[in-house]
């Protein structure tokens, strides 16, 4: 079973920074493609960044390019996401996917596209 672990979040004013974590692990091991989607009450889960094990290919939602910028560490399977210049609409549950890295490359961005999910951490940004 893959755990995927979230660390990071808390309460921000408009305009602040902050950084979430994302580790992927398995006891056998294993390489993972990571993404980062967001929620709020009442809407579905969406696309925030996300960055192929490799980290050769990174994606963003338009909502977040150029504020948000997302890196890995691909030995520890851990990636990193710098949000910066945030926004009260920035505020929701941030979840972080996993999918296994069989092949070197990866750009999905649907949350179909990843195979296992933290428990999400919450982010609040306050105008």
């Known amino acids: 079973q893959v755990q995927v672990v979230e660390s990071g979040g808390g309460l921000v004013e408009a305009g602040g920074s902050l950084r979430l974590s994302c580790f992927a692990s398995?006891?056998?091991?294993?390489?993972?493609?990571l993404g980062w989607f967001r929620q709020v009450p009442g809407l579905e889960r969406r696309f925030v960044a996300g960055?192929?094990?490799?980290?050769?290919?990174?994606n963003y939602a338009d909502s977040v390019q150029g504020r948000f910028e997302i890196s890995i560490d691909n030995r520890n399977n851990t990636a990193t996401l710098r949000m910066n210049r945030l926004k009260p609409e920035d505020t929701a549950i941030y979840y972080c996917?996993?999918?296994?890295?069989?092949?070197?490359?990866?750009?999905?961005?649907?949350?179909?596209?990843?195979?296992?999910w933290g428990q999400g951490t919450q982010v609040t940004v306050s105008s």
């Open positions: 996917g996993a999918v296994c890295a069989y092949n070197v490359d990866f750009s999905g961005r649907g949350a179909h596209d990843y195979e296992y």
């Open positions: 398995r006891p056998t091991g294993g390489r993972y493609h």
């Open positions: 960055i192929s094990w490799s980290g050769r290919v990174t």
